[in-house]
């Protein structure tokens, strides 16, 4: 079974900068042709997917909120997925969430059963 775990989370100012990771157990992501991908959630909303990246060529996809301040790549001597998050708003502040499931032949799925833990990020003065 795979094992994600998140860490990054934190306090920061509007229009500062976090990076997230999640360290992808049992053989990495490729070793299954996983998807990646990071969603957030706020209290009382479902979860909404920022990021993913595609296994084989990591084609990338974000959600439109987050187009041109957030990155998603992968380091696959690490077994690593990291969100970079630059310019950060206050409507950014979310539990954020590592999520993992196999590809398809040319896509990400649409539902993800793997999931980490959360880490907290809260955008404020």
């Known amino acids: 079974n795979l094992a994600l775990a998140e860490s990054g989370g934190g306090s920061v100012q509007p229009g500062g900068s976090l990076r997230l990771a999640c360290v992808v157990s049992?053989?990495?992501?490729?070793?299954?042709?996983?998807?990646m991908a990071w969603f957030r959630q706020t209290p009382g909303n479902q979860r909404v997917r920022v990021a993913r990246?595609?296994?084989?060529?990591?084609?990338?996809l974000y959600d439109d909120s987050v187009k041109g301040r957030f990155t998603i790549t992968r380091d696959r001597a690490t077994n690593t997925v990291y969100l970079q998050m630059n310019n950060l708003k206050p409507e950014d502040s979310a539990v954020y969430y590592c999520?993992?499931?196999?590809?398809?032949?040319?896509?990400?799925?649409?539902?993800?059963?793997?999931w980490g833990q959360g880490t907290l990020v809260t955008v404020a003065s």
């Open positions: 999520a993992a499931d196999r590809a398809l032949i040319e896509n990400c799925p649409e539902q993800y059963n793997h």
């Open positions: 049992t053989g990495g992501p490729d070793r299954y042709r996983l998807c």
């Open positions: 990246i595609f296994p084989d060529n990591g084609d990338t």
